[in-house]
């Protein structure tokens, strides 16, 4: 089935190590994004990559990174955790950047004690 | 700027019609978005609007308004399975996607 997967599904975290979340998609689509989602805020994008080989940063992106090494993966790594990075982590694709519906994967919820 | 608004929660009773209201100031704009998030899952894609005017999709429709910067989804008939948050998105002058805060919906019987 065509679609997003993330994982791990959800992750207990010591503050100070160091994490990486996967996100792969198989619609072949070329820009893909990590957001993160916290209770009474919007959805808040911290890097993105419009297409292999090229990231940006979105809103959010300080204690983060990602590569694009391909079209299908794009993960996000925590460096050195911290409390405050406890989330909810979506990761998205669209086929572009500019113009198309972006589609979510099913999150990766992450508490950082 | 990054300003966009929608009610925290709404209450409303199967069967009947709801409309979410959204309203957004910036200074480049390409596009509203509308997405459904039910608890402990992704967003999934409702709809989108770049010129003014009406959008209907089944029990769904959504509107917008460029110049007063606002938007409303509008939910028919509604059904119980309709109890989620709906999560109102501008496209920026830089393609990126300012999201409001989500307004969640309960559907009473």
């Known amino acids: 089935i065509a679609g997003i997967t993330q994982a791990p599904t959800s992750q207990i975290l010591a503050a100070g190590r160091r994490m990486t979340l996967r996100c792969t998609q198989d619609?072949?689509?070329?820009?893909m994004y990590w957001y993160r989602q916290d209770l009474g805020l919007g959805l808040r994008l911290i890097h993105y990559?419009?297409?292999?080989?090229?990231?940006g940063k979105g809103e959010v992106p300080d204690g983060y990174s990602v590569s694009r090494a391909n079209t299908d993966d794009f993960p996000l790594t925590l460096a050195s955790a911290v409390p405050s990075q406890t989330s909810v982590y979506f990761c998205?694709?669209?086929?572009?950047?500019?113009?198309?519906?972006?589609?979510f994967g099913p999150g990766t919820r992450l508490t950082v004690l | 700027g990054q300003n966009i608004d929608q009610p925290t929660e709404m209450t409303a009773t199967e069967g009947a019609i709801v409309q979410i209201n959204c309203t957004y100031q910036?200074?480049?704009?390409?596009?509203l978005f509308w997405y459904q998030q039910h608890a402990g899952e992704a967003p999934t894609f409702l709809s989108y609007?770049?010129l003014d005017g009406l959008e209907e999709k089944g029990r769904f429709s959504s509107f917008l308004s460029r110049s007063k910067g606002y938007s409303y989804l509008l939910l028919k008939e509604l059904q119980m399975k309709d109890s989620a948050s709906y999560l109102c998105?501008?496209?920026?002058?830089?393609?990126?996607?300012?999201w409001g805060a989500g307004t969640k919906l309960i559907i009473k019987p």
């Open positions: 990559s419009n297409t292999a080989g090229t990231t």
């Open positions: 609007n770049v």
């Open positions: 910036t200074s480049g704009f390409n596009g």
């Open positions: 998205a694709s669209s086929a572009d950047r500019e113009t198309d519906t972006q589609y």
């Open positions: 619609m072949r689509h070329n820009a």
């Open positions: 998105a501008y496209m920026d002058s830089n393609y990126q996607l300012i």
